[in-house]
DNA sequence: CTTATAACTGAACGATTGCTCAGTTGTTTG
DNA sequence: CAAACAACTGAGCAATCGTTCAGTTATAAG
């Protein structure tokens, strides 16, 4: 790998990388993430619970399911969403950490 | 805390969180700071090094820098940035745990 | 079948982002 | 001093982002 050599990460490395942390970038998307850190829940839960619309959250939800941050289930006409990766908690305690040490 | 009794983290925290992920989220931030882990080093050598513009290397330093990621040292006509966090190691190399283990 | 409800979707919008370009500041060298 | 060099800066631009809006699909209930 010439890339190595040189002291770089190659391209998809550090592309696939930069995607991890621009999925938890925007506030939207983390406090879905945090919200379902707690309890599986429905589209209609997470936008009240948010206070967004219904359709600004199914969009992030279809980000979240192409990334394989979240999952879902489908009741009836409601389909429940709930975290499914475990890195993505330990990445998000880690940032929290961070957070907390700085003024 | 009347967010955090309705299953919500407040606002502020959310806010200091995507903004962590965020500074890390672009691919050539990212691979300044990855190559900052190896060594401190100049705004040309950085240029050089992914092949961008100094100016362009410049505006993201001052990015870094403001959000303290990276601290700086002059010498001469040079200035030497050097990573000024260890969380951030951290968050990175959990991240890539995370990367490495999805297809 | 019709109505109501939950979720999804594409187009369009304004806002933000990262870059380039041109020019400036500060330092060293002749 | 002037010339060269390293770094910084603001304005402007194209691209991307997150949202809204209007409409569609799918399921359930009357």
């Given at each position: ?16 990388l930069?995607?991890?942390f ?12 945090l ?18 619309s ?20 489908k ?15 330990d ?13």
């Open positions: 790998m010439r890339a190595a050599r040189r002291g770089l990460a190659d391209r998809e490395t550090v592309f696939g930069a995607e991890t621009k999925v938890l970038s925007d506030p939207t998307r983390l406090t879905i993430v919200a379902l850190q707690r309890s599986e829940l429905c589209v209609l839960d997470i936008a009240s619970l948010l206070g967004v219904e359709s600004a959250v199914s969009h992030q939800m279809r980000l979240l399911k192409a990334l394989r941050l979240v999952k879902h289930r009741e009836g006409k409601m389909v429940f969403y709930s975290l499914d990766d475990e890195h993505i908690e990445l998000i305690r880690v940032a929290q950490r961070h957070v907390g040490e700085r003024r």
